[in-house]
Antibody
Framework: QVQLQQWGAGLLKPSETLSLTCAVY????????WSWIRQAPGKGLEWIGE???????IYNPSLESRVTISIDRSKNQFSLKLSSVTAADTAVYYC???????????WGRGTLVPVSS | EIVLTQSPVTLSVSPGERATLSCRAS??????LAWYQQKLGQAPRLLIY???NRATGIPARFSGSGSGTDFTLTISSLEPEDFAVYYC????????FGPGTKVDIK
């Protein structure tokens, strides 16, 4: 059974860079889009961006200037970097698998990243 | 950009009753719409994809319908585990989620 396991730094200070990694266990890396989605406390879901197995990435226009998603095919991992964080970036960050047809069928457990001075 | 609106914001239903949730898109998304269930402290779970197809392992009491701009998620008879927040999501251009409908116990 395919699983996503994610990890990364917890508490950040304003202006620092958020860094998270997600590993794909038990399944193929190709044929899907590997995504990051976040959810601020008590709020809805916001798609951050995604990358495919070839390394082609697209980002939410509202975050594009600060986001980098990369892939390590040798380890079946993909990573998120979000620069210059502020308190508004405080959220639970999820990694997820998006099918070519568009829906997110597999999710990581989420990582809470607080940003506070 | 396509904006999704969900209604109602909160739906109070008794166990065993039917729940009908609405998702409206600001422009046509064809059938490129999915529904998710999220319980407190958990990741979302895919329920419905392509507007009307149940995801693997999803009980038959969940059904989706609609196309274009108007979509509906129906839970035919609410079980205790169904009380949660439900999100719709469109996937034209780039993925975007609706604000959610909370289904709570009446």
């Amino acid at each position: 059974q395919v699983q996503l396991q994610q990890w990364g730094a917890g508490l950040l200070k304003p202006s620092e860079t958020l860094s998270l990694t997600c590993a794909v266990y038990g399944g193929s890396f190709s044929g899907y889009y590997w995504s990051w989605i976040r959810q601020a406390p008590g709020k809805g879901l916001e798609w951050i961006g995604e990358i495919n197995h070839s390394g082609s990435s697209i980002y939410n226009p509202s975050l594009e200037s600060r986001v980098t998603i990369s892939i390590d095919r040798s380890k079946n991992q993909f990573s998120l970097k979000l620069s210059s964080v502020t308190a508004a970036d405080t959220a639970v960050y999820y990694c997820s698998r998006r099918r070519a047809s568009g829906s997110f069928d597999l999710w990581g457990r989420g990582t809470l990243v607080p940003v506070s001075s | 950009e396509i904006v999704l609106t969900q209604s109602p914001v909160t739906l109070s239903v008794s166990p065993g009753e039917r729940a009908t949730l609405s998702c409206r898109a600001s422009q046509s998304v064809s059938s490129k719409l999915a529904w998710y269930q999220q319980k407190l402290g958990q990741a979302p779970r895919l329920l419905i994809y392509d507007a009307s197809n149940r995801a693997t392992g999803i009980p038959a009491r969940f059904s989706g319908s609609g196309s274009g701009t108007d979509f509906t998620l129906t839970i035919s008879s609410l079980e205790p585990e169904d009380f949660a927040v439900y999100y719709c999501q469109q996937y034209t251009n780039w993925p975007r989620f609706g604000p959610g409908t909370k289904v709570d116990i009446k």
